[in-house]
């Protein structure tokens, strides 16, 4: 599995694992839910238990990192959230009010600061009194973070 990915993923996941499994191994739906939810995925409880009962209850870190590959492939973040604006886009322009936006990103889920929606504003050259492609923001929303190593 390691083929999959970069070995500086490889030890944040290792990193992960070890904290939650102490056991050196995954045995409950709860530390294979804390640790995929850790590492930003979004798994369901039912793709976490067929996840569990296809290693026969107990995840080694080997086996952890094919269920990280399986899910990562499946899981389509920046198309699951462009669908989300599309469903609630009535008028279907694309678009959203930056404010309406604004609210969005400060009172759903976490819920961001106002100077974390300043920052990723900045970052996306969102104005506030404007309109956003929601379709351009969640590109630039869900791009990784540049890696100055």
Known sequence: MARYFKEQDIDEFRE??????????????????????????SPTIQE???YLKGK???????????????HSRAENLPHEVVNAFKAADNDKR?????????????????GLSSREVDNIFREANVSNNGSVR??????????PVPDYY
């Open 16 to 41: 992960c694992f070890y904290l939650f499994a102490r056991s050196g191994q995954i045995t409950s739906l709860d530390e294979l839910t804390v640790v995929m939810r850790s590492l930003g995925m």
């Open 48 to 50: 976490l238990t067929g």
């Open 56 to 70: 026969g209850g107990k995840m080694s870190f080997a086996d952890f990192l094919e269920v990280m590959h399986i």
């Open 94 to 110: 694309g678009t959203i009010p930056a404010k309406q936006l604004r609210t969005l990103l400060q009172n759903w889920g976490e």
């Open 134 to 143: 929601y379709e351009d923001f969640v590109k630039i929303a869900c791009a």
